[in-house]
């Protein structure tokens, strides 16, 4: 049989705000798909995307990222930080959307530390993929998204999907 994905919840945002969170999020599924289609209000180009599991602001999570320009790449690493490296979004002034496409396995298995892979794209300037590591063995339970600075401006779209496998 398939993997199944099931729609959990999705938001799209009518005005501006800052940090976007799916809560009260089951139990019942293997793994969690994320997918972000967001633009920024303040100015710039690059605007940090973060994120956190179950609130947890302590320094339990880790990244590394790997990245392209078209003209150069290179890779940077984040280690014992508080919060999960999402990737980049285009500002004002940038009309596309930055797609991202994240995966989080085995969420909610209380035995083992959570990983999530993030594919996110900026399609403006850069394209990006990210391994992050939250350090805890509690099962997820909410998500929050936030903006470095500004806010995720109108229309930005936030879904998360579970996935039940055959």
């Known amino acids: 049989m398939p993997t199944t994905y099931e ?3 999705t938001t799209t945002l009518g005005s501006a705000q800052s940090t976007v969170t799916f809560s009260s999020i089951s139990g019942s599924y293997t ?3 994320a997918i972000l289609s967001v633009k920024g209000t303040a100015s710039g180009n690059d605007i ?3 994120g956190q599991f179950n609130s947890d602001t302590g320094s ?3 990244w590394t990222r790997i990245y392209g320009t078209g003209s150069a790449a290179g890779s940077q690493r984040g280690s014992s930080v508080a919060y999960l490296r ?11 959307y930055s797609p991202m496409i994240l995966n989080i396995q085995n969420y909610s298995n209380t ?3 959570k990983t999530m892979l993030g594919r996110p794209n900026n399609p403006d300037r850069i394209v990006d993929a990210y391994v992050n590591l939250w350090r ?3 099962a997820i339970t909410s998500i929050s998204f936030s903006a470095a600075s500004g806010n995720f401006d109108t229309g930005s779209t936030f879904t998360l999907y ?3 496998a055959a």
């Open 136 to 138: 805890s063995t509690s």
């Open 111 to 113: 035995t083992t530390f």
């Open 60 to 62: 339990n999570y880790s």
């Open 162 to 164: 579970g996935i039940k």
């Open 86 to 96: 999402i990737g980049n979004m285009a500002g004002s002034g940038y009309s596309s």
């Open 48 to 50: 940090d995307v973060s």
């Open 7 to 9: 729609p959990i919840a």
């Open 31 to 33: 793994d969690l798909v």
